[in-house]
């Protein structure tokens, strides 16, 4: 059984940092890309960032370019998201998700964790 668990949300004002961690179990992870997506109250799903399952290329929505960073540990089956500079706009449940390598559909998704930035 497949379970991606993330952590890391929480409160903070704006201009600070955080990182996001989401642990996977149940599947051969360095076979799968892994991506982050955030979900604002009344507005749809978004993509932030994904890396490859070699962890040497990464990819980013432009409203995150610059301040958030896409990483993993291929060791310990976790992916993570480095936030900084976050924003009021940030603010939004975070997901991760795994697509297998050379598919198009991200298959497993996290339970999400909420990200609050107040201004």
């Known amino acids: 059984q497949v379970q991606l668990v993330e952590s890391g949300g929480g409160l903070v004002q704006a201009g600070a940092s955080l990182r996001l961690s989401c642990a996977a179990s149940g599947l051969t992870f360095s076979s799968y890309t892994m991506g982050w997506f955030r979900q604002a109250p009344g507005k749809d799903s978004e993509f932030v960032a994904r890396?490859?399952?070699?962890?040497?290329?990464?990819f980013y929505a432009d409203s995150v370019k610059g301040r958030f960073t896409i990483s993993r540990d291929n060791a310990k089956n976790t992916v993570y998201l480095q936030m900084n500079s976050l924003k009021p706009e940030d603010t939004a449940v975070y997901y991760c998700a795994a697509r297998l390598l050379g598919t198009i559909n991200y298959r497993y998704w996290g339970q999400g964790t909420q990200v609050t930035v107040s201004s």
């Open positions: 890396i490859l399952g070699s962890g040497g290329t990464a």
